[in-house]
């Protein structure tokens, strides 16, 4: 079973949620693995595959070491197309399927990251989206507390509507919960949208996490499509 995850925009804190919700599927038995769509900004393995197993509480794995978990790493920090263009590198979007594939066939799960939100730019003429409509993968959209974030969530979700894409969860991400007024509102706001257009669309919510202390994430809605 392939997830995407994708967030409303960049620093919506999707590789801090990818891992609590790998860490918390894992403690529950579910044999998962992270993978990351495209890596920019740093070289070796991705940073942010190594964030996720810091999260899950283990060491790189021999996919992480070989590029399966993130066949594309790149130097300069933008939106792939930019980033290829810069490092004169072809991005081949079957690579990075060959790759999901082969993470399929090790493990139960897999958690494919994106890089920032449904519309970033894979090549000048294909977007994140395209690829998660393209491969029929259910979604995981990451939200967060930050004021605009009522605008961005919704926005994304009439793009998911209008695309055909399948929701499975939306993850409202309590960070940086700078007005207990925003968050409860922004919550109340999700709920009444999710029952008027994805009525099966769970909504997780994500405490803020403060340095190393983990906190367990309620993955029923996913372990239950498996």
Request: glycine residues 6%.
């Amino acid at each position: 079973m392939v997830y995407f995850v994708s967030g409303i925009d960049t620093d919506a804190g999707k590789s801090v949620v990818t891992g609590l919700l790998a860490r918390s599927l894992r403690k529950r038995g579910v044999n998962v693995i992270t993978q990351k769509f495209i890596q920019t900004g740093w070289v070796g393995i991705s940073e942010d595959i190594l964030k996720h197993r810091e999260i899950m509480g283990i060491e790189p794995q021999p996919v992480d070491k070989d590029g399966t978990t993130c066949p594309y790493v790149m130097t300069y920090p933008a939106s792939p197309h930019l980033a290829a263009e810069i490092d004169k590198v072809t991005l081949d979007m079957e690579r990075i399927t060959v790759s999901t594939r082969k993470l399929e066939a090790l493990y139960d799960m897999v958690l494919l990251e994106g890089a920032g939100g449904l519309y970033v730019p894979v090549t000048r003429d294909y977007f994140t989206i395209d690829y998660i409509q393209e491969y029929d993968y259910p979604l995981i959209l990451v939200a967060s507390s930050k004021l605009g974030s009522i605008n961005h969530t919704l926005m994304s979700l009439e793009l998911c509507r209008t695309r055909g894409i399948k929701v499975a969860c939306l993850v409202y991400n309590r960070f940086p919960n700078d007005s207990e007024w925003i968050t409860n509102d922004s919550i109340t706001i999700f709920k009444h949208y999710l029952e008027q257009y994805f009525p099966s669309t769970a909504l997780i919510e994500v405490p803020v996490v403060h340095g190393t202390d983990y906190p367990d994430v309620d993955v029923s809605a996913l372990e239950g499509r498996r």
